[in-house]
């Protein structure tokens, strides 16, 4: 066997790029739109064995090779999104600025892997030189290349505000096996379980016997750590009560999905349909995750700006229209940008009895969506007609019998403290959202991939509600009930029984815990590879 590797190991040094292709071609498979995501325990072995094989072409085409392997991938990713965006016809710079941002992006990601490989190709030389190859040098060697990767991986979702569509843990949101195991650690704990995976068949590969038994070990802990995930899942409570829930997707992308104030009163065919249908079996709760204007609902007395293009009618108006299509104590959901008091808010309006019953405004705005910053504006770079005003903390949620419900916006899927927070005093999370400025569902995929992980780290019931898809009803454990398709036209009828959440660690801790693991699967290898004799 060790011949072979050495004949193996001998080609490479020749076609020095090919593993690094290889890597980029798995990790593509692995993701959108191929969606392979049984490769992604093994994408990166390629990669990491490469790095192995430093001795025999030096460091230079380490890096090289890795940047390669962070091009291609990057390249992967960004043509699924900010090469399709569109947005509004009046801001055609920031659409073009955004479309061209694939070349730093690309640059940037390539950069960084090209980096961490160079790292990690350095220290395992250290470690493996110094030791003989020993089994915990090699240890040392797999927490190190897993603990660089998931650094990455963190760096990156800071950066891209949550939307790094590249990460590990999302490509393996169809096992309802991994996505449990969020509830320890979060999608960064997963991904890091993922690159060790990865890294230790390198040593398997490379070390013989031992090392093998070193990544069935491995297998056993990750089982271990399955069943502990399954036993906090355990001690959660079905609510009481239970929730009858509506919930309409609709691909129409026309102006008719907007009305109108016609003499006094609001008007609007198409959504009035789906909401009757939608009600015939007397639902507690119809989520219709849109706006049914094409502007913003003012909220108290009508002023003499309404019948413009951005005031469309006012709250009073849209809730009698809600209510001549549903029945009087159906709930019913929509989301829409709101005018109140001088300022605009995007809101999770909940109507009942043709007035607002309840209301949530989006807490954390993500930049050039929701508003544009300060700089941006400096420099005559505009993405929004509106600039919206973050919702105050602390708002209350509603209650629909005694099930406690709450609502997050859009691009809030993605931030894991809005979550723990929220979820500790409801038992349902509503999420409305729409990727509809991307010609494809690659974002739409994403997010539905964090609704599940969000689940699974709190422990709680969540709708993904998206007008276009995917939309679904996923429980505590991260495993979807019921969903629809991406472009599909449906209406999704489910009883539920939220959960009580048992708070699972992740909920209590947050990311403490696998940033320090990071942080110790860096700094150990370090201090080994410097202050052991060879």
Known sequence: MRKEIETFAAFMTEKWYALPTLSAILLVATFYPFNLWMLAPVALTPLYYFATLSHRFGNRKIFLGAMLTGLLFAFSLAYMSVIQFHWLTQVYLFEYAVRISFVPIALASASMCGASLLAYGIVRKRLMARSNGSISSRMLAVFFGAGLYTLSEIILGMAFKGYYLGTLAYALHKVPFMVSLASLGGTSFVSFLVALTSVSLVEAFDGGRRATLMVLAGIVVTIGLHQTSSLIFRNNVPSASSVSIALIQNNDRSDAVFGSVENGSFKLDGPARLLEEASKGSQDLIIYPFSPVNGAIQVGPAGQSLNKNILVATDTQVGAWIASHVPADTVVMTWSTVYEKGIFTNEALFWKNGAI????????????????????????????????????????????????????????????????????????????????????????????????????????????????????????????????????????????????????????TGNAPIYLIVLLSLLLPLWASRSKKA
Do not use: W
């Open 357 to 508: 019953a309840s209301r949530y405004a989006k807490r954390r705005l993500f930049p050039f969506m929701d508003y544009t910053p300060a700089f941006a504006q400096k420099i005559g770079l505009f993405s929004t007609p509106i600039d919206g005003t973050a919702g105050p903390e602390g708002q209350a949620p509603l209650l629909i019998g005694d099930v406690p419900v709450r609502s997050v916006i859009c691009s809030e899927i993605n931030d894991q403290g809005v979550f723990r927070r929220d979820s500790r005093t409801s038992h349902l999370i509503i999420n409305a959202g729409s990727e509809a400025m991307f010609a494809d569902d690659a974002v739409s995929t994403f997010n539905f991939a964090s609704s599940k992980y969000r689940a699974a780290e709190n422990g709680i019931t969540l709708v993904r509600a998206n007008k276009f898809g995917p939309s679904g009803i996923i429980d505590p454990r991260g495993r979807a009930l019921d969903e629809t398709s991406f472009n599909e036209d449906k209406i999704l009828f489910r009883t539920i029984h939220p959960e009580a959440s048992g708070q699972t660690p992740f909920n209590r």
